[in-house]
């Protein structure tokens, strides 16, 4: 029963050119993600999937694998993350006869990350049989509740009117608890993938982390925030 992480690393990016690779503490962003993972007794194999053959020598620098790269059409920044894991899956299976039996999914981009939140997330799904998959999710900042639409007309619209007649007026503590994914991680099992051709299925479990722990860096402001916020934490 193979457990295998897959850490996702294109060239390109928009928000910050070269982000998967930009130097934190002297040392490239992806290398955190890749060390969290050989670290963790749950995971049998650390794999990157890139585009790129620089990103590919420094994540094996760090001690990953990187058996393929990844087709450029795959790294385009309109595709979404299921046909880069099916791809790899699939190039395990066909390529090496290795069969896997659950997926790790770890973004680059979220440097801080303890090692007992992927032991635990593993552990989570496979104690539960009936689960397609395992998210990492936190408490909402700022409340759908409060989220508007502006419709044609000019006016505001709740997004929420379906569940309240004025969802905004609602007080703080009256407000039902929601979460939003934190892109820290995804645990996976490859039936998932095959069965329902998505990174998650529909019976998703919870793995609840607090939200001044989780950070994903896609912007030169969220860059700074963990600066200034979580590097101390590495």
Request: glycine letters at 4%; aromatic letters at 8%; hydrophobic letters at 40%.
């Amino acid at each position: 029963m193979n457990t295998v992480a897959i850490i996702p690393a294109r060239s390109g990016s928009k928000g910050i050119p070269g982000k998967n690779i930009l130097p934190i503490q002297g040392k490239p962003m992806i290398s955190y993600s890749i060390e969290q993972a050989i670290a963790s007794e749950k995971i049998d194999r650390v794999i990157v999937s890139t585009d790129c053959h620089e990103i590919a020598e420094i994540a094996e620098g760090y001690g990953a694998e990187v058996p393929f790269i990844r087709p450029k059409i795959l790294g385009l920044d309109h595709v979404l993350d299921f046909p880069v894991f099916e791809h790899a899956i699939n190039y395990l299976q066909e390529k090496e006869n290795y069969d896997v039996d659950t997926i790790v999914h770890l973004r680059p981009t979220t440097p801080y990350r303890r090692i007992h939140w992927i032991e635990d997330s593993i552990a989570l799904l496979k104690n539960n049989m009936n689960a397609h998959s395992v998210r990492s999710v936190s408490l909402a900042r700022q409340h759908p509740y409060r989220m508007f639409n502006i419709k044609t007309d000019g006016f505001l619209s709740p997004i929420m009117a379906h569940e309240h007649e004025s969802p905004f007026l609602l007080r703080r503590q009256d407000l039902p608890k929601v979460y939003y994914y934190n892109c820290v991680l995804d645990v996976t099992r490859v039936k998932t993938l095959n069965n329902t051709k998505s990174m998650t299925g529909t019976r998703i479990l919870p793995y609840v982390l607090e939200e001044d722990e989780v950070i994903d860096i896609d912007t030169p402001l969220d860059l700074e925030i963990f600066k200034s916020v979580f590097m101390r934490k590495l």
